[in-house]
């Protein structure tokens, strides 16, 4: 069972003395059923901030609530302190220094979470030639476009990694998508 939305402010105070010293923001919170691809999310615009939490997730799993309460909690504190979105630096720190290890929560029973299609784009700075691979390349490779016949130093081929982040399955937190939102 969740709590009543009444009871979600208490539990905000609570997290809020014992891991920020009183010092996160007020925010409203409140249950959405209509998102489901996070646990949690938070919009930065209003006033107060808004933290919204999936009915949908959490009421299949309601002992991540607070963890998800308090990861919105972090983003809020960031974001008042630093303007800061998503899942930087200093938001880490203060997820490891709250106990929280990631800020992809595994929810257990959940399907483990797919950090999904990490991909690579090789590209020749030369001729501006650009190829999507799966993996990292674990050999130099040179542009085949500017080099036909053999490897061509002249010519490497730029690796670029791509994380996409999709929550797959039950996540808590799905890449921030730089709307207001985390
Ligand atoms: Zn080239
Ligand atoms: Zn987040």
């Known amino acids: 069972m969740l709590p009543a939305e009444a009871d979600l402010q ?20 409140r249950y959405n059923a209509r998102f489901s691809n996070s646990a949690g999310r938070i919009s930065y615009t209003g ?22 309460l308090l990861h919105e909690m972090i983003h809020a504190w960031c974001y ?14 203060k997820l490891r220094e709250c106990g929280l290890s990631s800020i992809y929560h595994d929810l257990g029973n959940a399907p483990p979470l797919r950090e999904s299609t990490k991909r ?10 650009e190829a999507l691979r799966r993996s990292r390349p674990s050999k130099p490779s040179s542009c085949a476009r500017c080099n036909k016949r053999r490897f061509d130093p002249r010519f490497p081929l730029t690796v670029y990694e791509i994380v996409e ?18």
């Open 47 to 68: 006033q107060p901030m808004l933290i919204e939490l999936s009915s949908k997730q959490l009421g299949r799993r309601p002992d991540a609530l607070q963890e998800t």
């Open 165 to 182: 982040m999709q929550a797959v399955g039950t996540t808590l937190e799905r890449t921030a998508a730089r709307k207001g939102r985390d």
């Open 80 to 93: 008042a302190r630093f303007k800061e979105m998503g899942h930087g630096a200093r938001f880490k720190r």
């Open 120 to 129: 690579y784009i090789l590209r020749c700075e030369h001729c501006g030639l």
């Open 10 to 29: 208490l539990l905000f105070a609570r997290l809020n003395y014992e891991f920020f010293s009183g010092e996160a923001p007020g925010c409203r919170i």
